[in-house]
């Protein structure tokens, strides 16, 4: 069901026509008043994949909105919250452009000159400079003829937002089945997309204006599954990039279409600033580009396994330790219990035949401190400990990753007992049956396999997850991932420690009470009480006042919860579903007795 419906009004606007998206959570609509047409789009942030957002809780497309310049260049209406029936939603109108794609002209015949298309491609190039700028940039991954609009104006438009994100290196959050396959990078088929697969994407668009098709471009039977269609790309770039019709071209502009084009990720332009300064003719591309024998991804992303080991940071993190999580009472004890009293007694452990738990999960809202108790445990273990997130391993969808994650584990496994803590876990292991990303392949067996009973190996395993009904259900079967901790929103107890710990050496009034300012903040996270705290002390040190009772209040007014009524309802009814499989219920892996 849609959020909203034809014939509503909306921020001023009527709603027209609803049009179909390939992403859940996305909703786009055609919507006019008085005096202009415009496009809509919703977003609902508990449907859009977690990857869709970023660290901040902030849409791709509100870091557009927030910058001036990019809401200029991408003519935006109006961005910002909106609550459906308590849902946490987003929406942009976007301002409809009126003139010709691209596309059409192209399909109509059209071909251009150099002099004709340069002037086209940089307006294209300064509004994709202007996200690859932003201090979180932004990636298109989507330019193609169709997206580009010679407006009535004069000037030149840049559509199809449908495919923003922040730099990828993974799974992407977008639905990538609809891309066209010949204006993607070699390096999007292995899950990276960034500023440079973006100046891919220009260069195609360049060559297709001159020669009315992409490079390399073949015909692909509208039948052919995803695996078919990576073959026929594949195969078609195999072949050096053909050139022959371009006899008008000067030395200089071939040389820019192959470097450009260049499917060898470090010998294509790094940006948009150096694309554009050699379309300029401000610095001419004077070498002939290296030919690229294969589709090579960059080089940072494929190491060794001598690399690998080297670039690991496993060894005992130093620190306070548990003294400095508030609250979690309960979680203490079981890896005090479950893990920590068995590791530190081996005697014990084999005169009674204990084995630590294979690894736990800790699972629950945002800001509650999951990853933050997993480094204090280890502070507090004495172990080698290891933070991975899913960067530090490349991409878990790149053929050749699997070495990376059988190093890890095996690095863990020479310097046991250790911990490994996996953040975000569930990007890593995603569950394979519902994931819309065409990326997803065998790879993620790979970590399942290196799971496996990996405690006698003596390695234990903790991953941290916001969504673990995204897990795929073969990782948190036992001999895997034996322990799924809820970590809830922090209670009055937890709330007033962590004022305490927040506020701690700070320059201080005597009046501060954290018992009152714990009782005012019943559903706020640990994240919402830390970013308060800071947001004070600023505000004081500015006035170059003590933080006082009174700004501290103020401050609580004024805040805003990270995690709604809503979101907490739908995490205890996953902590219900997760916890109704008991232990007897789960499968076993391996013949390891538990």
Not at 230 to 246: F, H
Not at 392 to 403: E, M, V
Not at 561 to 574: G, L, N, P
Request: net charge negative; hydrophobic share 35%.
């Amino acid at each position: 069901m849609s959020m909203l419906s034809l014939g509503q009004e909306f921020e001023g606007f009527r709603v027209n026509m609803y049009k179909e998206t390939a992403r859940e959570g996305e909703e786009s609509y055609l919507v006019s008043n008085e005096s202009q047409a415009a496009v809509l789009k919703m977003y609902d942030l508990e449907r859009l994949p977690r990857a869709a957002v970023g660290r901040n809780g902030e849409l791709p497309v509100e870091r557009l909105c927030a910058d001036a310049g990019c809401a200029d260049a991408y003519h935006v209406l109006a961005c910002d919250k909106w609550a459906d029936g308590g849902k946490d939603c987003r929406y942009v109108i976007r301002q409809f452009v009126s003139g010709q794609r691209m596309s059409d002209l192209l399909e109509q015949g059209k071909r251009y000159s150099w002099e004709e298309a340069v002037p086209v491609v940089l307006q294209v190039t300064e509004r994709l400079r202007r996200l690859h700028k932003l201090d979180v940039p932004l990636i298109h991954n989507d330019v193609t003829p169709r997206n580009v609009i010679l407006a009535d104006d004069g000037t030149v438009a840049l559509i199809g937002f449908g495919h923003l994100s922040y730099r990828t290196n993974g799974a992407p959050s977008f639905p990538t089945g609809d891309l066209n396959p010949w204006y993607r990078a070699p390096e999007t088929y292995i899950g990276i997309y960034d500023e440079q697969s973006d100046v891919f994407s220009v260069g195609v668009l360049l060559y297709a204006m001159l020669f009315g098709h992409a490079p390399w471009q073949t015909d692909i039977p509208e039948n052919a599954t995803l695996a078919q269609r990576k073959k026929c790309v594949r195969d078609a770039r195999r072949a050096p990039l053909d050139l022959t019709e371009g006899d008008f071209l000067a030395d200089a502009q071939v040389r820019l279409l192959k470097k450009v084009l260049s499917l060898d990720y470090d010998n294509r332009f790094p940006n948009m600033e150096s694309l554009r300064s050699a379309l300029e003719g401000k610095k001419p591309v004077t070498e002939e580009p290296p030919v690229a024998k294969a589709e090579a991804a960059p080089r940072q992303k494929t190491t060794t396994k001598r690399e690998t080991a080297s670039k690991s940071d496993i060894r005992p993190r130093t620190g306070g330790g548990f003294a400095d999580v508030a609250g979690m009472d309960d979680v203490k004890r079981i890896f005090y219990k479950d893990v920590l009293f068995i590791l530190k007694n081996k005697e014990k452990a084999e005169k009674y035949h204990l084995k630590t738990p294979n690894g736990a999960l800790l699972y629950g809202p945002p800001g509650c401190g999951k990853t933050f108790f997993a480094e204090k445990f280890a502070q507090e273990s004495g172990l080698n400990f290891m933070m991975v997130k899913a960067s530090d391993l490349g991409s878990i969808y790149i053929h050749g990753t699997q070495g990376k994650i059988a190093d890890l584990f095996a690095e863990a496994e020479k310097k046991a007992p250790s911990v490994l803590c996996f953040d975000e876990f569930d990007a890593m292991v995603p569950n394979r049956s519902k994931s819309a990303s065409e990326e997803l392949s065998g790879e993620v067996n790979e970590f399942l396999t290196q799971l496996n009973n990996c405690s006698e190996r003596g390695i234990f395993v903790i991953g941290t997850s916001n969504r673990p009904d995204r897990i795929d259900p073969a990782v948190l079967r036992t001999g895997r991932i034996d322990r799924l901790i809820y970590i809830p929103l922090p209670d009055f107890e937890a709330r007033c420690t962590l004022f305490e710990l927040a506020l701690k050496g700070r320059y201080c009034a005597d009046d501060v009470d954290c018992s009152e300012l714990a009782g005012r903040t019943e559903g706020c996270v640990a994240s919402d009480i830390t970013r308060l705290v800071d947001d004070v002390a600023l505000e004081a040190a500015m006035a170059d006042v003590p933080i006082s009772q009174t700004l501290l209040s103020e401050g609580v007014k004024s805040m805003r919860r990270s995690v709604t009524d809503d979101q907490v309802k739908d995490f205890a009814r996953m902590r219900d579903k997760l916890e109704s499989v008991s232990r007897d219920d789960r499968k076993c892996i391996g013949f390891a007795a538990y």
